[in-house]
């Protein structure tokens, strides 16, 4: 009788294990997704669809604007990053995580942004092109899925 057992493989199934035990393979599948979605929220829409006129919602508006207009605050025409109160929405967007790595958290703090892209969206940024943040959730969500699935797929097979 042998006084030892040779198992051909059990360091790479112990490997494995351990990856999917620390759901790694979910972690990073996780992460992977919310850099694609990332990318997806920073796209701009086309600048000749934002060159139209925007009416005035309020008399209060106009006003604010014609003061911010004067003194400088503000441009016409706006220019994309150039502006001078452009905070450049598209590179702000940053990625963090909770719960170890299984809540991933996609956020912008441009101030303007929940009038852009946000639940408070203006029917101007609607009509020019702009992607609410649940619109861009919504479409990338089977691709996120299939990244998960991948992921796990290709730990399971290693």
């Known amino acids: 009788m042998p006084d030892t ?14 990856n999917i035990e620390g759901l790694k393979p979910v972690i990073a599948a996780l992460k992977a997704g919310a850099t694609h979605i990332k990318g997806k929220i920073a796209e701009y829409p086309p ?17 604010w604007f014609f ?10 025409p706006y220019r994309r990053t150039f502006s001078p109160n452009s905070e450049t929405l598209s590179k702000k967007w940053t990625i963090g995580e909770r719960d170890g790595g299984l809540t991933q ?4 703090n441009v101030s303007y942004g929940p009038f852009v892209q946000g639940n408070k ?17 919504e479409e990338e969500a089977e691709t ?15």
């Open 121 to 137: 969206q203006t029917a101007f940024h609607r009509v020019t092109g702009w992607k609410t943040t649940d619109q861009v959730a």
């Open 67 to 76: 003061a911010a207009l004067r003194s400088g605050e503000i441009e016409v």
């Open 144 to 158: 996120v899925n299939k990244f998960v699935q991948e992921h796990i797929e290709k730990a399971l097979s290693d």
């Open 105 to 108: 958290i996609i956020g912008n």
């Open 47 to 63: 600048a000749e669809r934002a060159h139209r006129p925007q009416p005035f919602i309020s008399d209060k508006q106009r006003r």
């Open 5 to 18: 057992i040779t198992i051909k493989g059990l360091d790479k199934l112990t490997k494995k294990i351990k």
